[in-house]
């Protein structure tokens, strides 16, 4: 249990161009799901906060017109990079919080298997 | 800005020996948790460890939490070459918001040579 996915695994876009990356929980309800960004050899940094039905919120310094975040069910969250640059090339890693006292009563996070993103 | 240090940023080890990581944060904490990356791929998860726990362990793995120092360890016992990954520490509070936040050590990058 408590599995999830992202699609797709990697995507090459062109500068200019917009990509949406999914991410879905497949086996439990997801009120709160993660955005993180990794560069390469970096760590995790966490790009905003999606709560099913409402807007998201974002972390200092990631520009909410650029990454569109929508969470219209418990299941799904996507994430659309817009005019995607050569700098927004980096692997973009989702994770889902099961609903409160679910799966886990400390709130554990399950992590998406990633997505890579490489604009040309 | 991040909320863990961890130490050391890389360490080799030869297969059979112990390899310990360790996390430093700054804040209060709910929860304290390990991941495993594998070069490339997705986080796994490992270990949770509570705030108001100590010591936990699962297989291997050997985690300690000291939250007067605000610093926790990682222990990974008779090391393996699969065990050869990146290991990050997660630490979760809850935020002004009111709601849990997690946030990413820098990583421990480990080698295990056969």
């Known amino acids: 249990g408590a599995v999830v996915s992202q699609h797709p695994s990697w995507v090459i876009c062109k500068s200019g161009t917009s990509v949406k990356i999914e991410c879905r929980s497949l086996d439990f309800q997801a009120t709160t799901m993660f955005w993180y960004r990794q560069f390469p050899k970096q760590s995790l940094m966490l790009m905003a906060t999606s709560n099913e039905g409402s807007k998201a919120t974002y972390e200092q310094g990631v520009e909410k017109d650029k990454f569109l975040i929508n969470h219209a069910s418990l299941t799904l969250s996507t994430l659309t990079v817009t005019s995607a640059h050569p700098e927004d090339s980096s692997f973009y890693i989702c994770?889902?919080?099961?609903?409160?006292?679910?799966?886990?009563?400390?709130?554990?996070?399950?992590f998406g298997p990633g997505t890579r993103l490489t604009v040309l | 800005s991040q909320q863990g240090e961890e130490d050391p940023q890389a360490l080799s080890i030869q297969e059979g020996e112990n390899a310990t990581m360790n996390c430093s944060y700054k804040t209060s904490i709910n929860n304290l948790q390990w991941y495993r990356q594998n070069s490339g791929r997705g986080l796994v998860h490992l270990i949770l460890?509570?705030?108001?726990?100590r010591e936990k362990h699962s297989g291997r793995l050997r985690v300690t939490l000291d939250t007067s120092k605000k610093s926790s360890s990682l222990l990974i016992t008779a090391s393996r070459a699969a065990d050869t990954a990146s290991y990050f520490c997660?630490?979760?509070?809850?935020?002004?918001?009111?709601?849990?936040?997690?946030?990413f050590g820098t990583g421990t990058k480990l080698q295990v040579i056969p």
């Open positions: 997660a630490t979760a509070f809850m935020n002004s918001g009111g709601y849990q936040k997690v946030t």
């Open positions: 994770s889902a919080r099961d609903l409160a006292g679910g799966l886990s009563s400390y709130n554990e996070q399950f």
């Open positions: 460890i509570r705030s108001n726990e």
